[in-house]
């Protein structure tokens, strides 16, 4: 469907398109069955960085006051790209990976769900 | 002068109030000659409505301007009269403990500037339909509501001089992210044509909705002790139940005109619901996490005003062919779960708020399990705990980075799979390249529709990335940026007064200095 509106071929501006975030695109994140953090979160990436910094350094960062963030063993975490499975190359970039400008990156820590397993 | 106005002259001077309604709607309306009526009137036929006969629209209260401006008058002495009474018993010390003020730190800035911009749409309205007695009706309830948001300002602004984050309510509408929420619901309305403006607001907010925003606020500052707010709720409730009334006559009138208006209004009610009942997230959190009295649960108000009121009304108009608004069911699935939700969301970021959060005393935690048997000790009460524990330990949670909002509702995709409470419910769509996301199948449907309209929303998580939330003049690449604090500094927050935890606010320890009271009495959960 399209906007109902006076003037016919109404369009407006993409508030949120790529250009406008200084080089960088956003990056949203979730952490599945981990709702002490209420929300997806949003950060701004380089297309470019590495892949392996999100496993290394930044969800780390981005969720250190879960207990169950310590506990996370990286090799048997499971990857959701836009809602679907992926394996991700760690020798890659986010963009490598197929990230977009907006994607969602979930993950699963399967055996940690949350604070006694109660998806908090 | 014309004919009826020759006759008014002629006749006796006292006239019956449906007598004066009628001069003042049919009397005084004229047809452009010198101009196309549709030159005159350009803004309510692009909608597809189509109305063949304006004098079939009534307004069941008849009011003219004179007794309107009687009415209203005696309205304001009486509200003025006991707003200065309250002043000099130092009110605002007799409410039932400390947390309570923070519902009017989130009315004042929330819905107070919120009656503001309907008010701004209601003289739109007026401006842009054709029909004299539709025009009055909208300008009577555009000055309505500019009342309503001055009254609350002028009661609220006592609480002001004791307590923080309710300094600028007007500049932090327009500016702080949960503010977008009520500022981008009216946008969208105001912005879509007079018609679509008040079936949402008339019909959908103030007819379906209106009970589950006045009547937890109003009573819930009764049974707080807040008796200011309780006084402009009053003055502002007999406004409301016309606006009400006049919301129902507009869907009817609109239904009765043609029939290929329905399939148009069904999608608004369908649309409007589904905003109206976003938008009241903040009610529910309200009432059961924030009013430290507690007047009854989120779930037991939506049974009350929506499922069994409601439900009610769309029986009734099920003769026009029209149905219950879409969605409504996942509503139904999400009343045990919308407050615990939202007040999550605002624990997680009230260091980017201007009203504090807290955990719920234990015996209120009691009340919530008794309220939700099925969801609270399971899902809430374990991670509440944890949280307090955390913050008795010096480490109280706070969530450092920026959430994904909704790109309708503007919300933090807080929200739950309508048939999962334990699974964030993620929605996306795809629209000339870009990626787009949303809470619900409810806000994702309304954007699908419209997507013209909602690429451009001015999400504020974005705007802050975007580097357009810092005060002219800031250099974000200087070394020791930080952007939260720069971020507080252009919503116009004085950091540690205004925001964060409850407990470890100036408010707190200003409240037990002052009145010798504990600041989380709440006697009655």
């Known amino acids: 469907m399209s906007v109902v509106a006076k003037e016919p071929g109404y369009t407006s501006e993409v508030r949120d398109r790529v250009e406008n975030f200084h080089g960088q695109q956003l990056l949203y994140i979730g952490w599945d069955n981990h709702l002490m953090y209420s929300n997806p979160l949003c950060i701004p990436v380089a297309p470019d960085m590495p892949f392996s ?68 | ?15 019956s109030q449906r007598r004066k309604y009628e001069l003042l709607t049919r009397g005084l309306g004229w047809d452009t000659t010198y101009q196309p009526m549709d030159k005159a009137f350009p803004f309510d036929t692009f909608e597809g409505i189509k109305i063949h006969d304006w004098d079939k ?14 009415y209203q008058g005696e309205k304001e002495r009486k509200l003025y009269a006991i707003i200065d009474a309250f002043q000099q018993n130092n009110g605002q010390f007799n409410v039932s403990d400390a947390r ?81 929420v009520p500022k981008s619901y009216f946008e969208d309305a105001m912005t879509a044509g007079p018609f679509e403006y008040i079936t949402a607001i008339s019909f959908s907010f103030e007819y379906v909705l209106t009970n589950l925003l006045f009547m937890p606020f109003m009573s819930g500052a009764a049974f707080n002790g807040d008796m200011a707010t309780v006084t ?23 239904l009765e005109q043609d ?27 309200m009432m059961d996490y924030m009013l430290p009295r507690r007047v009854m649960s989120w779930a037991e108000g939506w049974e009350e005003y929506f499922e069994k009121n409601g439900g009610a009304l769309f029986n009734d108009l099920a003769r026009y062919g029209i149905r219950m608004p879409k969605y409504h069911d996942v509503a139904r699935k999400e009343k045990t779960r919308l407050s615990h939700e939202a007040w999550g969301i605002f624990y997680n970021y009230t260091h980017a708020a201007n009203f504090h959060t807290w955990v719920p005393e234990p015996k209120e935690m009691d009340w919530l399990s008794q309220k939700y048997p099925d969801t609270f000790d399971k899902l809430y009460r374990p991670r509440l705990e944890y949280w307090r524990e955390q913050q008795k330990a010096g480490k109280r949670f706070y969530n450092k980075t920026l ?3 909704c790109q309708v509702c503007q919300i933090p995709m807080g929200f739950t799979e309508p048939d999962d409470p334990t699974k964030i419910c993620y929605r996306e769509t795809e629209y000339k390249g870009d990626k787009y996301h949303f809470c619900s199948d409810g806000c994702k449907d309304i954007f699908n529709d419209e997507p013209e309209k909602y690429v451009r929303s001015w999400l504020p998580v974005h705007q802050i990335y975007q580097g357009n939330c810092f005060r002219p003049g800031t250099d974000p ?26 407990l470890d606010s100036p408010d707190r320890y200003n409240w037990e200095k002052w009145t010798s009271k504990s600041a989380v009495a709440g006697d009655r959960p």
Request: aromatic residues 12%; hydrophobic residues 40%.
């Open chain 1, 53 to 120: 910094m999100l496993p290394t350094k930044i969800l780390p960062d981005l969720y250190d006051l879960h207990p169950d963030m310590a506990k996370v063993d990286w090799k048997k975490v499971e990857w959701l790209r836009d809602g679907k499975s992926f394996t991700p190359d760690m020798n890659e970039s986010v963009a490598g990976n197929g990230f977009g400008h907006k994607s969602v990156l979930r993950f699963a820590t399967p055996g940690l769900n949350g604070l006694d397993g109660r998806c908090i």
């Open chain 2, 1 to 15: 002068m014309n004919t009826v106005a020759t006759a008014v002259s002629a006749r006796a001077k006292k006239l």
């Open chain 2, 57 to 70: 629209w009534e307004d069941p209260f008849r009011l003219t301007m004179d007794a309107y401006w009687k």
């Open chain 2, 100 to 180: 309570y003020i923070n519902t009017l730190k989130l009315f004042l800035t929330g819905i107070s500037m919120a009656e503001y911009a309907s008010h701004h749409g209601f003289a739109l309205a007026g401006r842009n339909l054709r029909g004299v007695s539709a025009r009055i009706a909208c300008q009577m309830q555009a000055i309505d509501e500019l009342r309503h948001a001055q009254t609350q300002v002028h009661t609220i602004s006592q609480y002001n001089k004791f307590f923080n984050g309710m300094h600028n309510p007007a500049y932090m509408h327009d500016r702080v992210w949960y503010l977008s």
């Open chain 2, 232 to 254: 402009f709720g009053f003055s502002a409730q007999s406004d409301e139940s016309r606006h009400m009334t006049l919301g129902l006559e507009v869907v009817k009138f609109l």
């Open chain 2, 259 to 285: 029939p290929g208006n329905v399939p148009i209004v069904q999608k608004w009610l369908d649309k409007w619901f589904w905003r109206g009942y976003r938008l009241l997230t903040l009610v529910a959190m």
């Open chain 2, 403 to 405: 959430p994904l909002l």
């Open chain 2, 477 to 502: 690449t200087a070394p020791g940026f930080e952007p939260l604090k720069e971020v507080l500094q252009y919503y116009g927050f004085h950091d540690g007064m205004d925001n964060g935890e409850f």
